[in-house]
């Protein structure tokens, strides 16, 4: 599952045509939808980033299911501007480093796949800069790009997801000397690069996706089973579900027969105790 | 993606030859200048196992402490000052049962390269009295030395230091790498094995067992005093048969009369370190067998002493028992 944020809709409008996401009817935010992919619009700044960001994945926890986010993968895809003519216009950039200009605070995606991108680091403003701020010494910058929503976002994401499933790509839309932004022009930039940018997305799924479970759904259940027959406390079921993935480890084989512990009544406590340190025998000494 | 890929450098270390020295070997690496190598080192979520398929190294400076006092978990083969170092974070192989997995955040690579101050830490200890020193447990220094030469250095600094004695560990058969060197008193080069089936299904990127004992005789040949160390003694099937039959070919490999001392760890680990990467490794069942807690939070096999005294009768055949620890 891929969720994308921009800050604008015409970054999101060459997303929305080309995977053809259809409008969410959220009431706070732009929201598109797809199949294996979500988008969102949060507007301009690194709070707004933030807050989207949260929202989206935030959203996607479901009440007392623990994990759920490590197929997940977020990136944050917009305009920013370049100070060097070096980099050209239009160009999209791989980000790692994003520099929090306000703050100093760094930050790092993993990067751990191959991609066609030049890769560069962002420092996120709250204002808009330009060109003239920093040739006269009014404004440092510690980063190749800037823009005004990376460090809210990489922040707000990396609360929730490991640094591999977080990426920021840019793309240089100006060299900070726009006085006001053109639509068309930046959905003309963002296009450009969509072929990259799919190709990228297939290999980040490829690295996000989990291994599956040593326990086939047919034992999970048949364990939940046993739980709610012997009466199991929380602790008893992890300790449970950790025995039978080693047996299977250790083993090579399919869980032995469990069916008599599904079938015992448990009244008192020692009961369900003795059931539970006979299936501890048998799944961790055969 | 290639070896290396990236390299964070944290800004103070532009001073040190040995930064320049690791840069120069990959010059085809993303330079990402950093203020702290824990910016990096230390995020949070990280994924130990995917970060393993594309390691990225950290040039840092390493700040007080530089010595630790040796862990109790490990062997002092009888030595009263016994100490460890770390001027390398992580190690390029990817062993099942290793305890990096549960000790760091990152399987990244963190070369400290103000080496000159580990040394001068060293000597700070030395004027306490005869120092056994081991900067070689986070890491495989030896496996290294191509990326950085720290094991040919610490050779060098112990050669001069008549009171220091240093273990260099490893799985490497990289003995080319020193065979320049003349062995030096002071230095024990320390070998891990495990039997072949065993080294090809959990010792991931390491050599086998053959191209390990074929650097153990040449280092042996030229003179160097080797230890073996058969650690972690593993739970296979059949492990009687295959640890008794081990240790037959690794004698007729080596000469039993040459070898300095060995010591023997059946797998063993700290609690909260087994219960991370249990976690973890669900691709392995190194985790999978009965373990007990003993004290000082130490899990281990239930039958660890049967392993064990198994393992050192074998032994014992072949070496004296005064050489063996463990």
């Known amino acids: 599952m891929i969720y994308i944020v921009t800050a604008l809709p015409c970054e999101a409008s060459p997303f929305i045509e080309r995977y053809g996401l259809k409008r969410d009817d959220c009431r706070h935010f732009s929201l598109y939808r797809g199949q294996d992919m979500s988008l969102i619009v949060s507007g301009v700044g690194k709070m707004a980033s933030a807050i989207a960001t949260t929202y989206m994945l935030a959203r996607n926890l479901k009440p007392g299911q623990a994990g759920g986010e490590e197929d997940l993968a977020i990136i944050n895809i917009g305009v920013c501007g370049a100070l060097h003519r070096r980099y050209l216009i239009g160009a999209p950039l791989l980000i790692h480093k994003v520099v929090d200009h306000e703050t100093g605070k760094q930050y790092f995606p993993d990067i751990l796949i191959e991609h066609p991108f030049e890769e560069g680091s962002v420092e996120t403003h709250n204002h808009v800069i330009r060109r003239q701020d920093v040739l006269s010494g009014r404004v440092e910058l510690q980063a190749d790009l800037v823009d005004m929503e990376a460090s809210g976002f990489f922040q707000a994401a990396s609360r929730f997801l490991a640094p591999h499933q977080i990426y920021v790509i840019k793309v240089v839309g100006d060299y900070l ?90 009244r008192i406590k020692a009961e369900g105790k003795k059931a539970f340190e006979r299936i501890r025998r048998l799944l961790l000494y055969e | 993606m290639s070896k290396f890929s990236h390299i964070y450098i944290e800004e103070r270390v532009a001073a040190y030859p040995v930064a320049q020295h690791v840069l120069s070997r990959f010059p085809g690496s993303i330079r990402i200048m950093i203020r702290h190598y824990k910016d990096v080192f230390n995020r949070p979520h990280q994924d130990f196992r995917r970060q393993k398929a594309s390691p990225k190294l950290i040039l840092a400076v390493k700040q007080e402490p530089f010595l630790y006092p040796g862990p109790e978990v490990c062997e002092d083969f009888g030595n009263q000052n016994f100490y460890y170092t770390s001027p390398v974070l992580n190690c390029i192989y990817d062993c099942h049962y290793c305890y990096l997995q549960g000790l760091y955040p990152s399987a990244n690579l963190v070369i400290f390269v103000n080496i000159e101050e580990f040394f001068e830490a060293a000597d700070r200890q030395l004027e306490s009295g005869p120092l056994y020193l081991c900067p070689s447990y986070d890491t495989d220094l030896l496996a290294l030395e191509g990326v950085v030469p720290y094991a040919s250095r610490w050779i060098e600094f112990a050669g001069s230091r008549k009171e220091l004695r240093i273990e260099l560990r490893t799985k490497s058969a990289n003995y080319g790498a020193i065979a320049h060197l003349k062995p030096v008193e002071q230095v024990i080069l320390a070998w891990s094995l495990s039997p072949d089936k065993v080294a090809q299904r959990c010792e991931r990127l390491a050599p086998t067992l053959k191209a390990r004992l074929t650097a153990i005789r040449a280092a042996l040949d030229d003179g160097w005093q080797v230890r073996l160390c058969f650690e972690p003694l593993l739970k296979v099937y059949d492990w009687q048969r295959i640890y008794g039959e081990f240790l037959d070919e690794v004698f007729s490999m080596i000469r039993a009369e040459k070898v300095f001392d060995a010591n023997i760890g059946v797998f063993r680990m700290g609690k909260e370190q087994f219960k991370r990467i249990s976690r973890m490794r669900t691709d392995t069942d190194v985790f999978a067998f009965p373990m007990v807690c003993r004290e000082g939070g130490v899990v281990t096999y239930e039958d660890e002493k049967v392993m064990r005294d198994f393992f050192y009768q074998h032994l014992s055949r072949y070496l004296p028992r005064e050489k063996i620890y463990g």
Do not use: N, W
């Open chain 1, 177 to 266: 000397d726009v006085a006001d932004f053109d639509r068309q022009r930046i959905a003309r930039c963002i296009s450009r690069t969509l072929d990259a940018v799919d190709g990228f997305i297939t290999q980040i799924e490829g690295l996000c996706t989990t291994e599956g479970d040593v326990l086939t759904s047919y034992e999970r259940r048949q364990l939940e089973d046993v739980k709610q027959s012997l009466r199991l406390t929380v602790t008893q079921g992890h300790q449970l579900m950790d025995m039978a993935r080693r047996y299977k480890l250790r083993t090579g084989r399919s869980l032995p027969d469990l069916s008599e512990f599904i079938q015992i009544e448990v």
